[in-house]
């Protein structure tokens, strides 16, 4: 386990009797590990990108586990697990050419063979491929290169010896020698990190495990019809933590060690300076303890200031749950550091419609958008160019996060309010959310939650008069 979620999650995996290898030596002195174990992982946890979320891959079995624990001790967890496994070999069969890009159908898919591969096959023929990129939508990408996954080292076609960054130099040169040893015949190797605390038995029989795989997944292509699956990779589970599941990891981190206020979620901004005022804070939080629920409110409101406070533009981050994200950039009209709330406004672009609304665009026309820290929801208001009030769209969405400097972000979780004039307020999209519970992205409760709070909604919309009480109602809580 890496990343700024290793603390708590080691804490869950610990409670439930998962063992944890290759500990950080903050973790063997929090936990009083006696006894450390080093052995290759059958599951990596480690932060996403931007640290909103974390990644888990392993072996298929093993991360359905993990990712089971995990379900049962956080709430509205999102998760997106990429198809087909990485690494997983294929008999396949072309089946197609798009673009110049061959199509392959691999059973459970079609995936794309890469360019410069695809001009070596025909229409028809039967090829094995290999996953480079799985999809969480569409495609993967494939290779005809196979790629086989050992505890210590990763086989690939070609001549090349590569070692990953956490092997030191003593090591390598140790595995290099190792290297000189082994009759790889045309495969290169990837040393993996575990490599780094492995002994030569050890990487000896690695090495057997790997030739045998070899040699079934080249008789399996001889008696196998296509498509069929030859050799099962490793499994790809994005879990996305909205800030009701960071705040459950505060408080299991805090079991550990001291935590301050909102301390995942802070972790997880891209603003260096914030990093040492946390460490500043869980400092003062372990001096202190009683301060903590003091100094809860302050932090939000400072943190804002540090992102957004010399700012004039604002971007609102909009991930989709499926693939890629919306980006709404305004200028800043206003921002109410008590209530954390900031107004934002843009000029429309454009032609066409309003989604959801079906009111026509036209020139002049402006958005108002307003967004509160830590609510599930960002209220647009439309404008024609004369100010005439035209409609109000409700995006529901987890709790609004700061991402970094100039930036806020949430997940679209696919189910909209909308109000105009004429037609009153309706509920839009319920089905994109049913099929998110059908894909097991979110759990059924969740979707129970979301729907409520847009019903809510939907009848302050239908009773609250002028958009000002609307805002008042749903932002500041007046009546």
């Keep these: 386990v890496r990343g700024i979620y290793t603390t708590a999650i080691t804490k869950i995996l610990r409670d439930e009797g998962i063992g944890i290898t290759q500990p950080t030596e903050p973790i063997i002195e929090r936990f009083k590990i006696k006894n450390p174990i080093f052995l ?3 599951v990596t946890i480690k932060d996403r990108d931007d640290k909103k979320g974390i990644v888990i891959i392993g072996e298929p079995k093993a991360t359905d586990k993990i990712v089971s624990i995990l379900e049962s001790k956080l709430s509205h967890l999102i998760l997106k697990e990429f198809k087909p496994n990485l690494y997983s070999i294929y008999k396949g069969r072309v ?15 079609k995936g794309r063979l890469l360019p410069e591969h ?10 094995l491929v290999c996953v480079l990129k799985p999809s969480l939508k569409g495609e993967p990408l494939l290779s005809l290169n196979p790629v086989i996954t050992g505890k210590y080292m990763r086989f690939t076609k070609g001549a090349r010896i590569s070692f990953s960054k956490f092997i030191d130099m003593k090591k390598r040169e140790e595995l290099l020698e ?17 490599a780094n605390y492995a002994d030569i038995e050890s990487i000896l029989s690695d090495y057997e495990s ?6 079934e997944i080249k008789e399996s292509m001889n008696k196998l019809d296509a498509p069929s699956l030859l050799y099962e990779g490793e499994k790809i589970v994005e879990v996305v933590l909205p800030l009701e599941s960071k705040e459950k990891l505060d408080e299991i ?13 802070i972790k997880s901004i891209v603003h260096r300076k914030l990093q040492g005022v946390i460490e500043f804070v869980e400092y003062t939080v372990e001096k202190s303890p009683t301060i903590l629920n003091n100094i809860s409110s302050l932090c939000l409101s400072f943190f804002l200031k540090e992102i957004l406070g010399r700012k004039k533009s604002v971007e609102i981050i909009q991930e989709n749950v499926d693939k890629g994200e919306i980006i709404i950039r305004g ?69 609004v996060e700061m991402h970094s400097e100039g930036r806020l972000w949430c ?23 049913n099929e998110l519970v059908k894909k097991g992205t979110i759990s059924e409760a969740f979707s129970h939650k979301v729907l409520s709070l847009a019903e809510h909604l939907k009848e302050i919309l239908d009773s609250a008069e002028g958009i000002d009480k609307i805002v008042d109602i749903i932002f500041k809580n007046k009546k």
């Design 40 to 42: 290759p992982p059958s």
């Design 95 to 109: 089946v197609d050419f798009k673009n110049n890009t061959a199509l392959v159908d691999i059973g459970e898919i």
């Design 118 to 127: 695809s001009i070596r096959v025909r229409p028809g023929e039967e090829v």
């Design 178 to 194: 190792i290297t000189s040893l082994l009759k790889i015949n045309g495969w290169g190797i990837r040393w993996r990190s575990s």
């Design 210 to 215: 790997i030739k045998k795989s070899i040699k």
């Design 253 to 265: 981190r805090r079991y550990v060690v001291p935590t301050a206020p909102h301390h995942h979620h």
């Design 331 to 399: 200028t800043i009209q206003e921002i109410d550091y008590d209530k954390n709330i900031v107004v934002v406004k843009r000029s429309i672009k454009g032609r066409g419609v309003y989604d959801g609304l079906g009111i026509k665009k036209e020139i002049g026309d402006y958005a108002v958008t307003y967004v509160q820290l830590y609510r599930p929801y960002i209220l647009h208001a439309y404008y024609s160019s004369s100010s005439m009030l035209k409609g109000i769209y409700i995006n529901i969405n987890t709790p």
């Design 411 to 433: 997940v679209d979780l696919k189910v909209d309010v909308v109000c105009t004039y004429n037609r009153g307020a309706k509920i839009i999209d319920m089905n994109e959310l």
